[in-house]
């Protein structure tokens, strides 16, 4: 059953587009976040937030960035997209960050740049 | 950076076999290791974890911790085509979750 829902599923888009992925979670949780995962499954973090403050900014080319309204909703944002950032985002929550280790997923907002 | 490999990549398995997946990390301060499935389309779903050395059973999965050598197994039993996905192995330490690069199981009938 989802309850962590991503917006939109797909996005195609032209190098130097402005996207933006849009993340909500009906769990009740307070800490959000965005993995980009490439063709190989890899999954890599990106930004996480708890009680919208940010707490961990991996590497990320500045072009990306995220936003939170509260802790129910985590967006992402992509200025000028590359054709390197075509990949699948995918928006997860937990509790009390990441030492749980339990994450729920999103379906993904696969992103593909031409 | 905590650094977490699987094996084996991919593998192919009878309907009922015994499946055996591995997972080896580097840090051994690492907290809890969790197992995720992957089905296509979807996001990982959590499975099953565990924190303590030694085995931990729930249902047709296993899941076997070695701290020392720093490595965790994930073992499903009596396989089903629809266990098909991408298998994860996910480690958390200090607030950060690290993920494997999955092993793709194929379930035939």
């Known amino acids: 059953e989802t309850a962590v829902f991503q917006t939109p599923n797909y996005h195609v888009t032209q190098v130097g587009n402005e996207v933006s992925f849009n993340c909500k979670q009906t769990?009740?949780?307070?800490?959000m976040y965005w993995y980009k995962q490439d063709s190989k499954k890899l999954l890599k973090i990106m930004f996480s937030y708890n009680n919208k403050q940010l707490i961990v900014n991996e590497t990320v080319p500045r072009r990306f960035s995220p936003q939170s309204s509260d802790k129910a909703h985590l967006n992402l944002r992509i200025k000028s997209v590359e054709p390197e950032d075509s990949a699948v985002y995918l928006c997860?929550?937990?509790?009390?960050?990441?030492?749980?280790?339990?994450?729920?997923f999103g379906e993904g907002s696969k992103l593909t740049v031409l | 950076q905590e650094k977490v490999q699987q094996s084996p990549e991919s593998l192919i398995v009878p309907e009922g076999a015994m499946v055996s997946l591995n997972c080896s990390f580097s840090d051994s301060a690492s907290q809890s290791i969790w197992w995720y499935q992957q089905h296509p389309g979807k996001g990982p779903k959590a499975l099953i974890s565990i924190f303590s050395n030694g085995n931990k059973k729930e249902g047709r999965l296993t899941v076997y911790l070695n701290r020392a050598s720093l490595h965790v197994s994930l073992h499903i039993k009596d396989s089903q085509p629809s266990d098909s996905a991408v298998y994860l192995c996910?480690?958390?330490?200090?607030?950060?979750?690290?993920f494997g690069d999955g092993t793709q199981l194929v379930v035939k009938p």
């Open positions: 996910a480690v958390s330490i200090n607030n950060r979750i690290f």
């Open positions: 997860a929550s937990s509790y009390g960050g990441g030492n749980t280790g339990q994450l729920y």
């Open positions: 769990l009740g949780h307070d800490t």
